[in-house]
């Protein structure tokens, strides 16, 4: 995924998630609240209701008790006198009084007078008979002779409307007893009455009886138990509407009916509304805010990378690094591409550097080419110059010393003597110089042939022997048992150098008593040789220098016939010229020494199948 797709879908998601978050926010906080505030408004519609369903009981009874406590009706009671009905139980107390129901008692619990009446119709109807028998069985709206109270409530009676009673005792205008006898005044709450009461108070308004509420489908789960009979259920039925219930008692104190109420939602739509404006104005916004991100990371950033990569990537295509990158503004993009461009300079000087010191190593090895060769012809010619002069000098000395021209006296043989010394001591320094030049010009060929190892050592051993023997050494050879009769491939003459370079070496460093022992075995795959002596020993630091050309150690070897320091260097040159290693031990000054030096065994392998493949005649 490339840096802008993941940018574009970082921006996208903060956005979306910042949509999410405020959308859940709005949802569950804001909408919570106004179903609590809706929920509220409606319980108060609810008790509102109940308390002016209490304010219309209260004008009822108020107009009771006008009539309860009067004297007129407090005689009317006892004696029964036809014109106090005549005069006033006439149509207009029906309908000025709104009343349905008219019952006087007397205090044995006879009915004096009663009538029912229709106000929509204004006829007189039949009063129920169940009435009566709620009334009589009741016993608590007909009253005693010294009760003083009011009863009032809704009476359920099958067939009618809930019937408003309110029942008072008879009593004098100046609301003295004893009571005569019981008034009870009855208002049907039909369905004009209701549709009245929502139009005040402009709620939609129930009443249903507490029964048929509680067995009615949907409302199973609105119960109101023995508990909450008190209580106020609210209810949203669905989007557009909220009930609220609450229980009414009846004159028996009984649950006897259900108060409804129904509201529209306009809290809930209004709150639903403003959340939908406000999510859909907070998206506009992440939207454009988006866009203007994602539109200012192109311009910033992401199409410059893209355009920096790609330059980049052309640059390390075309391999060029003189190319560049274009430098615009100041910020980390710019400065990158400057980076870039610096370090893509500072390869290129590196480059033309390299190119210039190449030119001049191919100089200097043409040059040091030339020059070896010449040294080469310089050294091989001096050596000829040289050496037939030597042999002159040397054949004249030597018969000198003969004495075949004549005795000569002391100080002439003593000079005789040296003549010969310093010119074998030159003569061995110019044949070891002649050799050195010829194995770094690479003119030495070696004569690779196949010699008994045990031959080649004690050939060897022989050479030197006289000389170990007259300094008073004691010079052993040990060969390894299962090595006696075996073949090595090497050239003869420059085995047999290296040999007498290493043991002259030993002899010469090795006090009179002292040992060199010569020791040859096969380890690890190849043949080991070594030259172990008892003498001066060498030190760490001169370890590492023996090996060069004319390289002596000075100390110590004092009193010693003279070397060249080209012993150690040519055997070593001879040594990897037969694809072996050569090295010193030695645990310091006055120990002894022990050289060693090895010679592939597999050259012996490659002759004797060369010389197998020459038998067959191939
Ligand atoms: N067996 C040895 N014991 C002690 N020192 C040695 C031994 N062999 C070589 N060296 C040291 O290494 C030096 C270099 O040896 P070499 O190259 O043979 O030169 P040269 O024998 O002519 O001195 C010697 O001068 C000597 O100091
Ligand atoms: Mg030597």
Excluded at 462 to 468: D, P, R, S, T, Y
Aim: charged share 20%.
């Amino acid at each position: 995924m490339t840096i802008r797709s993941k940018s574009i879908v970082a921006i996208v998601l903060t956005f979306t998630c910042i949509l999410v978050t405020l959308f859940m926010i709005c949802r569950f906080l804001l909408l919570n609240n106004l179903i609590a505030i809706e929920t509220q408004n409606t319980r108060q519609d609810v008790e509102r209701i109940e308390k002016t369903i209490g304010y219309i009981t209260t004008n009822l009874a108020h107009a009771t008790a006008d009539w309860a406590y009067w004297d007129d009706t407090y005689n009317f009671i006892q004696n029964k006198d036809p014109s106090y009905i005549e005069t006033n139980l006439v149509e207009s107390t029906f309908t000025d009084l709104e009343l349905n129901l008219i019952l006087f008692i007397d205090k044995d619990g006879i009915a004096v007078y009663s009538k029912a009446f229709d106000l929509d119709l204004k006829k007189e109807i039949q009063v129920p008979s169940e009435v009566w028998t709620q009334i009589s069985e009741g016993n608590t709206l007909i009253k005693s002779a010294s009760s003083t109270s009011e009863t009032s409530g809704f009476l359920l009676v099958d067939g009618f409307p809930p019937i408003l009673l309110v029942s008072l005792p008879i009593l004098t205008s100046d609301d003295t007893g004893p009571s005569q006898g019981t008034l009870i005044f009855g208002r049907f709450f039909d369905a004009k009455n209701l549709d009245q009461l929502s139009n005040i108070t402009s709620v939609s308004i129930s009443l249903t009886t507490y029964k048929d509420f509680t067995s009615r489908n949907g409302y199973a789960s609105i119960n109101f138990s023995a508990k909450n009979e008190n209580e106020i259920i609210i209810k949203p039925i669905n989007d557009d509407t909220i009930t609220g219930y609450t229980v009414i008692h009846d004159v028996y104190k009984n649950a006897g009916l259900v108060l409804g109420i129904e509201l529209p939602r306009s809290i809930y739509h209004e709150g639903q509304k403003s959340i939908t404006y406000i999510l859909i104005s907070i998206s506009s916004v992440c939207v454009v805010f988006g866009l203007i991100a994602v539109i200012e990371a192109e311009k910033q950033g992401l199409s410059r990378l893209k355009r920096l990569a790609n330059t980049v990537e052309r640059i390390a295509n075309s391999g060029k690094i003189s190319g560049r990158i274009s430098t615009v503004g100041k910020d980390e993009i710019s400065s990158l591409g400057a980076n870039i461009n610096r370090m893509l300079a500072s390869m290129q000087r590196s480059e033309d550097a390299i190119s210039e010191r190449a030119e001049h190593l191919q100089v200097a090895v043409v040059e040091a080419q030339l020059a070896n060769q010449a040294k080469t012809e310089f050294l091989s010619g001096v050596s000829h110059e040289l050496r037939t002069p030597l042999t002159a000098i040397i054949g004249m000395a030597q018969l000198l010393q003969k004495k075949y021209y004549g005795v000569l006296n002391e100080k002439q043989s003593e000079y005789v003597q040296d003549i010969l010394e310093s010119s074998s001591h030159l003569l061995s320094l110019i044949n070891d110089v002649l050799d050195l030049a010829k194995i770094e010009a690479g003119k030495t060929k070696l004569e690779m042939d196949q010699y008994s190892i045990r031959e080649l050592i004690g050939s060897s051993v022989l050479i030197v022997k006289e000389n170990a023997v007259k300094k008073g050494l004691h010079l052993t050879v040990e060969i390894a048992e299962e090595i006696l009769n075996q073949n090595v491939v090497v050239d003869k003459r420059r085995f047999r150098q290296i040999m007498i370079n290493l043991m002259s070496n030993s002899i010469k460093f090795t006090e009179p008593g002292g040992k060199v022992v010569v020791t040859a075995a096969i380890k690890r795959g190849v043949l080991e040789v070594g030259i172990a002596d008892t003498g001066i020993g060498i030190s760490p630091e001169e370890q590492e220098k023996i090996f060069d050309a004319f390289y002596q150690v000075y100390s110590g070897t004092t009193g010693k016939s003279p070397g060249t320091g080209l012993g150690l260097s040519l055997a070593k040159r001879l040594v990897e010229q037969h694809d072996g290693k050569i090295w010193v031990e030695s645990e310091g000054i006055g120990k002894g020494s022990c050289f060693s030096f090895t010679i592939s065994l597999n050259l012996a392998k490659q002759v004797s199948e060369g010389s197998e493949k020459k038998a067959l005649g191939e």
